[in-house]
């Protein structure tokens, strides 16, 4: 079955960098569009960003220019490098495929404070 599992999160001062990882089993990874979605308390969840085999990466307009989502299709692994984070960015981030249909992941929490 489609499994997602999010790593390396955690407490992190506002400017510093995460790297948080997802690796995918059970579906044919390199043909699937990986994404990112985030939730903090209260909120409901919203896309982070996007990326699929050969097309340009998606980002919300509130993490362009500081978070990069890449992927090894080796490894059947999607990224999210996460760099100048903000107190805002705190939340449960979870790794999402729609393919071969809506998956999520059990989410990783990112939390951002001085």
């Known amino acids: 079955q489609v499994q997602l599992v999010e790593s390396g999160g955690g407490l992190v001062q506002p400017g510093a960098s995460l790297r948080l990882s997802c690796a995918a089993s059970?579906?044919?990874?390199?043909?699937?569009?990986m994404k990112w979605y985030r939730q903090a308390p209260e909120k409901e969840r919203e896309f982070v960003a996007e990326?699929?085999?050969?097309?340009?990466?998606k980002y919300a307009d509130s993490v362009k220019g500081r978070f990069t989502i890449s992927r090894d299709n080796a490894k059947n692994t999607v990224y999210l490098q996460m760099n100048n984070l903000k107190t805002t960015d705190s939340a449960i981030y979870y790794c999402?495929?729609?393919?071969?249909?809506?998956?999520w992941g059990q989410g990783t929490q990112v939390t951002i404070s001085s």
């Open positions: 059970g579906f044919t990874f390199s043909k699937a569009a």
């Open positions: 999402v495929t729609d393919y071969p249909f809506w998956s």
């Open positions: 990326i699929a085999s050969g097309a340009s990466p």
